[in-house]
């Protein structure tokens, strides 16, 4: 059973996603700000953090450069009332591993902690295994159908997001806000043109393909 390190001040909050996670099967593990998340960490194993940002005492910022600088590559899932793109900035410099925004959506909640649970283990392994589909994470290469090709950096993120989240939609400035600058001028076409070629590359690949959401955005699922 996965530990799952709550950290956020307010209590009826902290009581939900709680109960959320038992009846999902996840042993929850709670902190009210960042100092007590600090000291259970000294005495239990976690597996991921749920972290809300504004908590007294030590803020989820700080407490996520702490644990980075201190050498923990443990999944974090931050959750803040503020959902500006300088926010996120914020929390991705830090450290994050992915973002939510309250109110927090209890199905995105969970498909979010599973796919950072499977990152994990992906990114010990650097190997994200897709039926005969291999992506190695150090390589930024792909092997398929007896061949291996090295994608350009954008390409294979995008193609490594899509596919740790399968059946989860992704809007255009969703992929923007995570895989390019956030202060760039680059705009949500981008996001398409590397879609066209990540689909022109993998068009005869039997183990996944890449759809496209009208009026939504993309989400990869396999054949």
């Known amino acids: 059973m996965f530990k799952i390190l709550i950290a956020e001040d307010d209590l009826?909050?902290?009581?939900?996603?709680a109960a959320v996670l038992s009846r999902n099967g996840y042993e929850p593990v709670l902190?009210?700000?960042?100092?007590e998340a600090l000291d259970v960490m000294d005495k239990t194993h976690v597996d991921l953090i749920l972290l809300d940002v504004m908590m007294p005492k030590m803020d989820g910022l700080e407490f996520t450069t702490v644990l980075r600088e201190s050498g923990f590559n443990i999944p974090i899932l931050m959750v803040t009332a503020a959902g500006l793109p300088s926010d996120k900035k914020?929390?991705?410099i830090a450290g994050a591993d992915d973002y939510m925004t309250k109110p927090v959506d209890e199905e995105e909640m969970l498909l979010r902690i599973a796919?950072?649970?499977?990152?994990?283990?992906i990114?010990?392994?650097?190997k994200l295994v897709i039926n005969e589909t291999i992506l190695d994470y150090d390589a930024f290469t792909v092997k398929s159908n007896g061949t291996e090709q090295i994608l350009p950096?954008?390409?294979f993120m995008l193609l490594f997001k899509l596919l740790s989240y399968q059946n989860k939609i992704f809007t255009r400035r969703q992929l923007m806000d995570e895989l390019w600058d956030m202060d760039s001028d680059t705009d949500e076409r981008t996001v398409d043109v590397h879609i066209n070629r990540l689909r022109d590359r993998f068009k005869?690949?039997?183990?996944?393909?890449?759809?496209?959401?009208?009026?939504l955005g993309y989400k990869a699922v396999k054949k």
């Not at 009826?12 to 996603?17: A, I, P, Q």
């Not at 902190?31 to 100092?35: L, V």
């Open 115 to 121: 796919a950072l649970l499977r990152r994990s283990q």
């Open 12 to 17: 009826n909050t902290r009581k939900l996603m």
């Open 153 to 155: 950096q954008k390409e």
């Open 90 to 92: 914020k929390g991705f």
């Open 204 to 215: 005869d690949n039997n183990d996944f393909e890449i759809i496209t959401v009208r009026g």
């Open 123 to 126: 990114v010990s392994e650097h």
């Open 31 to 35: 902190a009210a700000n960042g100092e």
